[in-house]
């Protein structure tokens, strides 16, 4: 029997419909592929409403949140989601682009990956180059966590008092940390 031990989040978006239909439903489908791969759903979040980023890159997103459990490291976890978005029709060729489905993996309990510096270069980057760049490496917990309401505001529904291990802030408040116009167009479905 598989033991689950280390608790993870993740996000989840989609923009474009799928086999499985709307966004929202390749969102529950992603959902029912993780746990065939024998990844443990504690929780997940409301389904919301969001505007597309960068604005008039394509239809606006459905996003959630969830709260899983695995025994896996994160690198394997990183190598599930991403074969669940192949298995959704992902293909990863344009930064940014609409998404059958994307899986972001945000936290696994206080790893930091691959190290301070490392997680500081990241975090630190400017929005243009982010743009250009992505890592080669796995970068935990997601460097741009704390700057996105369409990640935070699902993400206060399934692990509100999770603590940032480098900056020590809990969601909520990094989600309370973002100008409120940031969080107007946040929606429930």
């Known amino acids: ?52 980023f960068p604005v008039g890159a394509g239809p606006d997103y459905v996003n959630a949140c969830a709260v899983l459990r695995a025994e896996l490291a994160p690198e394997e976890i990183l190598a599930v989601l991403h074969r669940v978005e192949a298995q959704m029709g992902r293909v990863r060729e344009t930064r940014w682009a609409g998404r059958t489905l994307d899986l972001d993996l945000l936290f696994c309990a206080q790893t930091v990956l691959p190290d301070k510096a490392g997680w500081s270069y990241w975090q630190g980057m400017a929005l243009e180059e982010q743009m250009r760049r992505a890592p080669d490496e ?52």
């Open 138 to 189: 796995l970068i935990l917990p997601h460097p741009r966590l704390q700057d996105r309401g369409f990640v935070l505001v699902p993400l206060a529904d399934v692990a509100p008092d999770w603590h940032h291990p480098v900056t020590g802030r809990r969601v909520v408040e990094m989600r309370d940390a973002l100008p409120k116009e940031a969080l107007l167009d946040i929606v429930p479905l």
């Open 1 to 52: 029997m598989v033991q689950f031990g280390q608790e993870f989040a993740i996000a989840l978006g989609a923009n474009l419909e799928t086999e499985a239909g709307s966004p929202a439903d390749s969102i529950r489908a992603g959902l029912e592929a993780l746990e065939l791969e024998g990844i443990l759903c504690v929780s997940v979040s409301r389904f919301y409403k969001t505007p597309c």
